[in-house]
């Protein structure tokens, strides 16, 4: 089906956009005869960089090669790939609006990244077990907000909340209109820590945190970008496995603290450690931001495709 549409629509193509790994770049190369840029996601040289065969064939179908990392583009650069960086595009996809969900910011700010995927519902019962020892570690002094991908059920992660022995309690639409979806509580409501919950305002999550808590895929890496230090663990699966936290660790860097103990006291102590060191945190810092890039990736690429489209030209080339 892919190839018939591709077909379809070959001839009035003046420009192709492949975005991701090596197959809609072979796709587009194979069935629709125009010139083509290729975002190159996918892989990084930090992890395990382009096959042979891969380079070749964007060497012959792509026009231009963005990468999506400095080192990943000196490597395409190398085997021939004509190739620049522009950025990652992946840190133009949230958004800051300011929002800090009623947090004073007198206490530092633990953001937490349970994940998007089916997993995340367990994962929350052990990221709540973290809370609580980070709340004994830090005699109360933190406070704590989870960045709800917008696809997990309100009550099926309640029923894990109450599992694990917390108070799951939804918040009105004032609460809501603000970014807080709900509030999780030990016990009664005048209990600590309290732990906001937040959909929808993952920019402003990260924007007021501190330092993450991750096991999010995407999620953790633009954190890393945005400067936040992120620790992360392995879980069962079936996405934040260990060879996918170790995989992560190597794309990101320093700018990862990787638990593989999966032991929550270990965890805790890890966070705890970090926020009490302040030139680690600037160097996970500096990581991240020489990892993931500068925001602003998005419109750097569109100006790109632009000025092909006005003068038949790659900008810079």
Request: aromatic share 6%; charged share 25%.
């Amino acid at each position: 089906r892919q190839v018939k549409d591709l077909r379809s629509i070959a001839k009035s193509v003046r420009l192709l956009v492949s975005v991701g790994d090596i197959y809609p770049l072979f796709l587009g190369g194979r069935y629709v005869k125009a010139p083509m840029l290729f975002l190159s996601t996918a892989k990084s040289e930090y992890i395990k960089g382009h096959l042979g065969i891969e380079c070749r064939l964007m060497r012959k179908y792509a026009d231009l090669v963005l990468a999506r990392d400095e080192k990943t583009s000196k490597a395409l650069s190398e085997m021939g790939v004509a190739t620049r960086y522009a950025g990652n595009v992946m840190m133009d996809g949230f958004a800051i609006t300011g929002e800090n969900f009623g947090l004073t910011l007198e206490k530092k700010v633990v953001g937490i990244l349970p994940g998007s995927r089916e997993e995340a519902y367990r994962n929350m019962t052990t990221l709540l077990e973290i809370v609580g020892h980070l709340a004994e570690l830090s005699c109360d002094k933190l406070d704590f907000v989870v960045g709800l991908a917008p696809n997990l059920d309100d009550d099926r992660l309640e029923h894990v909340v109450h599992g694990a022995g917390w108070r799951y309690q939804r918040q009105g639409s004032r609460e809501r209109e603000r970014g807080v979806t709900a509030r999780i509580y030990p016990g009664s409501e005048d209990a600590t820590p309290c732990v906001i919950v937040s959909r929808g305002w993952f920019g402003d999550v990260l924007n007021v945190s501190n330092i993450v808590i991750g096991l999010s895929g995407t999620g953790n890496e633009q954190a890393a970008g945005l400067g936040r230090p992120v620790v992360t663990f392995p879980t069962d699966g079936p996405q934040f496995s260990l060879k996918f936290a170790q995989a992560q660790k190597r794309l990101l860097g320093e700018a990862v603290a990787f638990v593989e103990s999966r032991d929550v006291r270990d965890i805790a102590s890890e966070v705890m450690s970090i926020l009490g060191d302040s030139m680690r945190i600037a160097r996970m810092r500096k990581a991240g931001h020489a990892r993931m890039g500068e925001q602003g990736a998005a419109t750097r690429t569109a100006k790109i495709i632009i000025e092909y489209l006005e003068t038949g030209s790659w900008e810079g080339r």
